[in-house]
């Protein structure tokens, strides 16, 4: 049995052969390190994906955090930015008191980032009912208001003697930064 092969068909096997070979070449040399590094590629970007969501999903918590807690301490916010007036304050809250009396404000250092000033108070009442009516007004004023103790009460008949400091907080002012 005697095969023939042409020239042509010869060649056509030639070239095939080459091609084989180039293809094989081709494949170990290049697409199947590619083809790992893409792998290891995808599955980082799968890592990178989850972990941004979690962290955008966090973030969305803690913005709607913010914006309730902003809601709902509204009041809180805006006595930090507003600056206590003595006469202000004796105006508002003379009404719990026979007399009331502050004393000049005398700034202490800054505590944190906030301002602390401290006034000493005297006043005169009829009853301790109207110093915790005072005390409740205190905390619903204009400012951030903590009455220190002691508390120092004295009777002088029907009137109760009553001295007492206070701190004001108020929001903590950089003249030396630049806006």
Do not use: C
């Amino acid at each position: 049995m005697k095969i023939d092969f042409t020239r042509q068909n010869l060649y056509l096997l030639g070239l095939s052969i080459l091609l084989l070979i180039f293809v094989l070449i081709f494949s170990f040399s290049v697409l199947i390190p590619k083809g790992k590094e893409y792998r290891v590629k995808r599955n980082d970007l799968r890592k990178d994906k989850l972990e941004l969501k979690q962290i955008s999903n966090f973030s969305d918590e803690t913005v709607d955090t913010l914006q309730k807690l902003q809601t709902d301490n509204r009041h809180i916010i805006t006595a930090f930015d507003t600056e206590f007036n003595v006469q202000r304050f004796e105006k508002q809250h003379k009404s719990f008191f026979s007399s009331l009396k502050l004393s000049k404000k005398s700034r202490i250092a800054n505590e944190d980032d906030f301002t602390v000033y401290e006034v000493n108070t005297t006043s005169q009442i009829s009853s301790p009912k109207s110093f915790y009516n005072f005390l409740d007004a205190v905390n619903k004023s204009d400012w951030i208001i903590g009455v220190n103790f002691p508390i120092n009460f004295k009777r002088e008949g029907e009137i109760i003697s009553s001295s007492f400091t206070m701190k004001v907080y108020g929001k903590y002012d950089n003249s030396n930064s630049s806006k």
